[in-house]
Structures are given as structure tokens and as C-alpha cells.
């Protein structure tokens, strides 16, 4: 089959999937696959706050080759809401937990402590990482109490490699400079944990973007976007919705709705989208004169090859997009609100930049050519295979028509080998691939989209759309996994192991 064929296939699965149950999706306005948890607990105004930013985690020790990091999982007490106490599940007490900065050729090791109440799970999204450290869904961190509560209620019983009170985790971090996150990923229970608080930055420098003139130091931030609920207590509210939780409080960094004072100069933000099911299409309120409110540098993966400038930036759980935005085109004193305009009332706020910094010394610049990108050649590709995310008339979230299995792989690519992968969806779905980063070829029998630029590893898919991807699978062998980054489809069942030999 040319590709030609492949993708009218692509699309015709694409029409089936309407015919099945997307129709609804696509005839209903809006922009999110998620049901809102609304808040008993009072939700404050908004710009109370300054934007809080994780600390940068110190390693416990380094030799010639590796950097070595300790975190505990555990419950710590947050300030989140005014007057209200929030316990979270957290990583060395914070929400987001503290960032890691590694560099590229450099090991990582993450010794993982586990003092919640429950087994977890770490993945590093987005990390060219080995199985065994990868974080697949049953290779459970034990609490070091020895008690896994979760276990004991009767749910997640499956194991694999088990670990008692404590894993490292092995990064050997060939890979190029980008921004990367930490995250829970137990099989079943991914979307409680990770509203509860386990996630984090995680990341990758090396020479070559050290070299380019872009912000840097404290012009060079990392916001971490989520939404969350809380109940009267204070506490994170939440309930498995089918569709996909979607919370009323907008947290950046973990602060609701928070203020960065700026200068009036070149910034570099390092956007993340961690929530569970929220999906952005942020914008600057004012526009810049111009235009381009946020020049894109980099994608999931990395650096672009060159700059892209936007007007907004759209964002689907599991994405990071890495922007340069200029406060200087601003009259001092601005105050510049980021909105996020898939959502409507409060939820459309997400936080505001102050151009009140008196600093206008910038040195920076983004550079025309930014890194060289290999593109890779889907007509090398050994195999070509579809997975369809759709729901069934049941209600289950699933890959071909399967609910995630431990251990039964829907493909088994070959390593040093090119691939092309069509993803096939009903609803939005951000889909996400482990291990290797690709390359987006199309969107149904059309050009890739404004945002699919540069190494990705995930991909916001609308519904009833066919995107084909390529990718060279490399380096590791083992079971890595294929799914949906709405947590909540995750955890029923849109998940795929696939195994590289
Ligand atoms: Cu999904």
C-alpha cells in the first residue's frame, strides 16, 4: 500500500469511529472530553497569589558518570486555598514535587522512597529510558510500611517487578535537552495520584541549546498547569468521572490562579499541561502589538529545528511546549493575563504576568536556527499498524477494541527499525507513546497541525481524527507502553503494552 492508501485507511477508520459514538462529540460545541467535579470548598479570587517555583532538587552525591537524587513519596500538608490546610500526596513534600536537572550523557539515578499508604509507580514522561526503570503500570514501589492500602481494598492486585519501601530509577539520558516531567503511573490508579499531588519537572540540559542565546536564570520558568477540585475541607476532591475529570480551581505550580512580576524583557516558559483531562488553547490577554504572542522553540522532545511563532498555544494533558514570550512589547505596568480560551467563567483565567520589573537589560534572542532535527523517512518504515482509542458501547476506554493487559503486547517493533503508527480516535484523546519520541506526518489526509512540530510524545488527537506518526524504536528492550493521557482513560483500560526486541 502507498502511503496515499494508508491514508484514505486512516480515514476511513476515522469515519467509522463517527458512525460508532463520536457523532455527538463532533456535532456538540466546546473543546473538552471531561465532566467538571465542582468544588464544595470556597474558590478564591484570582491574582492573589505570586507564582511559586519548584525548587531545583541538590543530588545526594555524583562520580564521573551519574548524578544521584533521592525523593520521598509521602503526605505532606499544602497552603493551597486561603485559610484551608490541603493534604496531598507529594514528592519530598511539595506540589509540584522539586525539579531535577540533568544533562544530557549523563547518568541519573532517582532513588524513589515510598511513605505513602499505597504502591506507586514512576514514569518519567518523556525520558529514552530502559524498561526496567520506565515505570510500567505493575511494578509496584511497596510503602515502606510494607502495607499497600489500595491492594488491601481489593483493586490492583497485579505485580510484576516488585519493589519493597524503595527503587531507583536509571536515567541514562542519551538524549537531547528538553523538558521532561515525573509523574505516578500505578495501573488503575494514575489519575487519583496524580491530582493528589505526584508530579513534577524534570529537566534535560546539554551544550548545544546552552549555547543558543535564549532566556535564561530567572527568565527561564517552568509552569506546571492543572486543574483540581477541592472539598470543604480543604482536601483535593476527587472522583473516577468516565469522560474525565475536570476541576473549577486553576493551579500554576500548584498556586491558584498565581501573579509573576516580570520585566520588560524576553522570557522563556516551559508550559506543561498535567492535568488530568484539561485541554488549553492559551492566549495573552492583551495581545502583543503584532502579533506572535509566543514564539515556540521547543516541543515534547526537544528544541525545533526553527522557531514558530503563534498567536495561542493549545495544550492537551501530557504536552509541553516551550515558548519565548517578549514583556518589552509591553507598556511598563501592563498587566498581562494568560487565558486559557477552550474554557469559559473562571476556569478561562489561568495566570497574569505584571510587567512591573524595572530590568530591561536582555541579551537574549531566539536564534533562526535553533537545533538540528534528523527527519525521519516513513518510506523506511518496516511496518505500518493502526490502534483505534475509542469507547465501547459498554463504556470502556480501549486500544483495538482491548482493555489494557499486562504483558500482551499489541506490537512488537524491532529496535534500529523505522515505524509509521495511525492513531484512530472517538473523543479527544492525547495519545502517548513511551520510549521513543516521533514525528507527526498528518492529520487525516492533511498537512500536520500548527502545534505538531519538532520530537513529540504525545499527540493531541480531536474527535474522530487519523493522525499517522513515525518513529525509529531504539536502544532498549522490554515492554513499554501506548495510551491515552486523559488519566482518567488511562486508568480504565486505554492503555497497550508493546514490546521492542
Ligand atoms: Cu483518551
Same mark, same amino acid.
Given at each position: 500500500?502507498? #502511503?496515499?492508501?494508508?491514508?484514505?485507511?486512516?480515514?476511513?477508520?476515522?469515519?467509522?469511529?463517527?458512525?460508532?459514538?463520536? +457523532?455527538?462529540?463532533? +456535532?456538540?460545541?466546546?473543546?473538552?472530553?471531561?465532566?467538571?467535579?465542582?468544588?464544595?470548598?470556597?474558590?478564591?479570587?484570582?491574582?492573589?497569589?505570586?507564582?511559586?517555583?519548584?525548587?531545583?532538587?541538590?543530588?545526594?552525591?555524583?562520580?564521573?558518570?551519574?548524578?544521584?537524587?533521592?525523593?520521598?513519596?509521602?503526605?505532606?500538608?499544602?497552603?493551597?486555598?486561603? !485559610?484551608?490546610?490541603?493534604?496531598?500526596?507529594?514528592?519530598?513534600?511539595?506540589?509540584?514535587?522539586?525539579?531535577?536537572?540533568? &544533562?544530557?550523557?549523563?547518568?541519573?539515578?532517582?532513588?524513589?522512597?515510598?511513605?505513602?499508604?499505597?504502591?506507586? $509507580?514512576?514514569?518519567?514522561?518523556?525520558?529514552?529510558?530502559?524498561?526496567?526503570?520506565?515505570?510500567?503500570?505493575?511494578?509496584?514501589?511497596?510503602?515502606?510500611?510494607?502495607?499497600?492500602?489500595?491492594?488491601?481494598? !481489593?483493586?490492583?492486585?497485579?505485580?510484576?517487578?516488585?519493589? %519493597?519501601?524503595? &527503587?531507583?530509577?536509571? @536515567?541514562?539520558?542519551?538524549?537531547?535537552?528538553? *523538558?521532561?516531567?515525573?509523574?505516578?503511573? &500505578?495501573?488503575?490508579?494514575?489519575?487519583?495520584?496524580?491530582?493528589?499531588?505526584?508530579?513534577?519537572?524534570?529537566?534535560?540540559?546539554?551544550?548545544?541549546?546552552?549555547?543558543?542565546? +535564549?532566556?535564561?536564570?530567572?527568565?527561564?520558568?517552568?509552569?506546571?498547569?492543572?486543574?483540581?477540585?477541592?472539598?470543604?475541607?480543604?482536601?483535593?476532591?476527587?472522583?473516577?468521572?468516565?469522560?474525565?475529570?475536570?476541576?473549577?480551581?486553576?493551579?500554576?505550580?500548584?498556586?491558584?490562579?498565581?501573579?509573576?512580576?516580570?520585566?520588560?524583557?524576553?522570557?522563556?516558559?516551559?508550559?506543561?499541561?498535567?492535568?488530568?483531562? #484539561?485541554? @488549553?488553547?492559551?492566549?495573552?490577554?492583551?495581545?502583543?502589538?503584532?502579533?506572535?504572542?509566543?514564539? %515556540?522553540?521547543?516541543?515534547?522532545?526537544?528544541?525545533?529545528?526553527?522557531?514558530?511563532?503563534?498567536?495561542? $498555544?493549545?495544550?492537551?494533558?501530557?504536552?509541553?511546549?516551550?515558548?519565548? $514570550?517578549?514583556?518589552?512589547?509591553?507598556?511598563?505596568?501592563?498587566?498581562?493575563?494568560?487565558?486559557?480560551?477552550?474554557?469559559?467563567?473562571?476556569?478561562?483565567?489561568?495566570?497574569?504576568?505584571?510587567?512591573?520589573?524595572?530590568?530591561?537589560?536582555?541579551?537574549?534572542?531566539?536564534?533562526?536556527?535553533?537545533?538540528?532535527?534528523?527527519?525521519?523517512?516513513?518510506?523506511?518504515? $518496516?511496518?505500518?499498524?493502526?490502534?483505534?482509542?475509542?469507547?465501547?458501547?459498554?463504556?470502556?476506554?480501549?486500544?483495538?477494541?482491548?482493555?489494557?493487559?499486562?504483558?500482551?503486547?499489541?506490537?512488537?517493533?524491532?529496535?534500529?527499525?523505522?515505524?509509521?503508527? &495511525?492513531?484512530?480516535?472517538?473523543?479527544?484523546?492525547?495519545?502517548?507513546?513511551?520510549?521513543?519520541?516521533? %514525528?507527526?506526518?498528518?492529520?487525516?489526509?492533511?498537512?500536520?497541525?500548527? @502545534?505538531?512540530?519538532?520530537?513529540?510524545?504525545?499527540?493531541?488527537?480531536?474527535?474522530?481524527?487519523?493522525?499517522?506518526?513515525?518513529?525509529?524504536? *531504539?536502544?532498549?528492550?522490554?515492554?513499554?507502553?501506548?495510551?491515552?493521557?486523559?488519566?482518567?482513560?488511562?486508568?480504565?483500560?486505554?492503555?497497550?503494552?508493546?514490546?521492542?526486541?
Amino acid at each position: 500500500m502507498n #502511503r496515499r492508501n494508508l491514508l484514505r485507511a486512516g480515514v476511513g477508520l476515522a469515519g467509522a469511529a463517527v458512525l460508532g459514538t463520536g +457523532l455527538y462529540e463532533l +456535532l456538540k460545541p466546546g473543546s473538552q472530553t471531561g465532566q467538571l467535579l465542582g468544588s464544595e470548598a470556597p474558590i478564591p479570587p484570582a491574582f492573589q497569589v505570586p507564582l511559586p517555583i519548584p525548587a531545583v532538587l541538590t543530588p545526594s552525591r555524583t562520580d564521573g558518570t551519574t548524578d544521584y537524587y533521592e525523593i520521598t513519596q509521602g503526605i505532606s500538608t499544602l497552603s493551597v486555598l486561603p !485559610g484551608l490546610k490541603t493534604p496531598a500526596w507529594t514528592y519530598n513534600g511539595t506540589f509540584p514535587g522539586p525539579t531535577i536537572v540533568s &544533562r544530557s550523557g549523563r547518568k541519573t539515578v532517582v532513588k524513589h522512597t515510598n511513605q505513602l499508604p499505597e504502591a506507586s $509507580v514512576v514514569h518519567l514522561h518523556g525520558g529514552h529510558t530502559p524498561a526496567d526503570s520506565d515505570g510500567y503500570p505493575i511494578d509496584l514501589v511497596m510503602p515502606v510500611s510494607g502495607h499497600d492500602m489500595a491492594s488491601m481494598s !481489593g483493586m490492583n492486585t497485579m505485580q510484576r517487578d516488585v519493589s %519493597q519501601g524503595s &527503587r531507583e530509577y536509571a @536515567y541514562p539520558f542519551d538524549q537531547p535537552a528538553a *523538558t521532561l516531567w515525573y509523574h505516578d503511573h &500505578r495501573m488503575g490508579a494514575t489519575a487519583p495520584n496524580v491530582w493528589k499531588g505526584l508530579a513534577g519537572f524534570h529537566l534535560v540540559r546539554d551544550d548545544e541549546s546552552d549555547a543558543l542565546p +535564549l532566556p535564561r536564570g530567572d527568565r527561564d520558568i517552568p509552569l506546571m498547569l492543572a486543574d483540581r477540585s477541592f472539598a470543604a475541607d480543604g482536601s483535593f476532591l476527587y472522583k473516577a468521572l468516565m469522560p474525565g475529570v475536570l476541576g473549577d480551581v486553576q493551579l500554576v505550580n500548584g498556586a491558584p490562579w498565581p501573579v509573576l512580576a516580570v520585566d520588560p524583557a524576553r522570557y522563556r516558559l516551559r508550559l506543561l499541561n498535567a492535568a488530568n483531562a #484539561r485541554r @488549553y488553547r492559551l492566549e495573552l490577554d492583551p495581545q502583543p502589538p503584532g502579533g506572535d504572542a509566543f514564539v %515556540q522553540i521547543a516541543a515534547d522532545g526537544g528544541l525545533l529545528a526553527r522557531p514558530v511563532g503563534h498567536d495561542a $498555544v493549545q495544550l492537551a494533558p501530557g504536552e509541553r511546549f516551550e515558548v519565548v $514570550v517578549d514583556f518589552a512589547k509591553y507598556k511598563p505596568g501592563t498587566r498581562v493575563r494568560l487565558v486559557n480560551t477552550f474554557a469559559s467563567g473562571r476556569m478561562r483565567e489561568v495566570m497574569r504576568f505584571d510587567v512591573t520589573g524595572s530590568d530591561r537589560g536582555d541579551d537574549s534572542s531566539v536564534p533562526a536556527t535553533l537545533a538540528e532535527i534528523p527527519v525521519l523517512d516513513p518510506a523506511k518504515a $518496516v511496518a505500518t499498524r493502526t490502534f483505534r482509542f475509542h469507547q465501547t458501547p459498554g463504556g470502556t476506554w480501549t486500544v483495538n477494541d482491548l482493555e489494557y493487559k499486562p504483558g500482551r503486547a499489541l506490537a512488537t517493533p524491532k529496535l534500529g527499525s523505522i515505524e509509521v503508527w &495511525r492513531f484512530v480516535t472517538d473523543y479527544h484523546h492525547p495519545i502517548h507513546l513511551h520510549l521513543n519520541h516521533f %514525528q507527526v506526518l498528518s492529520r487525516n489526509l492533511f498537512e500536520p497541525g500548527a @502545534y505538531d512540530a519538532g520530537w513529540k510524545d504525545t499527540i493531541d488527537l480531536r474527535p474522530a481524527e487519523g493522525a499517522e506518526i513515525v518513529t525509529r524504536f *531504539t536502544d532498549y528492550a522490554g515492554a513499554f507502553l501506548l495510551h491515552c493521557h486523559n488519566l482518567e482513560h488511562e486508568d480504565m483500560a486505554m492503555m497497550a503494552d508493546f514490546q521492542t526486541s
